[in-house]
């Protein structure tokens, strides 16, 4: 029996296990990158996402519907891995190899348009994500690899809109300019 999100949605809010877990399946890649934006560490990512989903998982009960199930899942997601991240007292940085883990198949940054035209190769860009702040890195990330809207992304770091627009789009220069160095 198929079932569509808004059905798996309201099993999960009733507290059923399968379709909490179908819809955590359905957003895994997205809220998996969403942490990889704060620990910047494959071998953080799996801890953290179990971590998510328990937390999502006993306050189910809480979602009011003021944003879409998946931004309340990237909020709890973004939130456990910033905790993570103050309890061990230091932040990550990718690996050359991880580095292109938060983007799309084909090496683009989603909306980016050109930028990874410009890209020589993920050394560089590696390099280039690594001087960015971990909240400006976790921005792009959400909204230029994950196409997730400004709202979206104020929503689930507790920022407004603007703050959000301002920082994107300042990750944004501040990226072509490192990677045109």
Known sequence: MSHTIDDLEQQARRGEA???????????????NVVWS?????????DVMQNSYERAFRNIASFDG???MKTWLSTICYRTAIDHVRYEGRRRHPSIDDV????RHDGSLGSGGD????????????????????DDASI???????????DEVATIMHLPRGTV???????????????QS
């Open 165 to 179: 627009a301002s920082r994107a789009s300042r990750a944004r220069r501040r990226l072509q300019q490192e990677l």
């Open 100 to 103: 292109d883990a938060p983007f």
């Open 140 to 150: 792009l990330t959400m909204t230029a690899g994950l196409g997730y809207s400004y």
């Open 38 to 46: 704060v620990v910047r560490s494959p071998n953080l990512i799996d």
């Open 115 to 134: 930028l990874a035209a410009r890209v020589a190769d993920r050394d560089q860009l590696a390099r280039a994500l690594t001087r960015l702040s971990p």
């Open 66 to 68: 003021r944003s879409s």
């Open 18 to 32: 399968v379709a909490f877990g179908q819809l955590a399946r359905l957003h895994n890649r997205d809220l998996r």
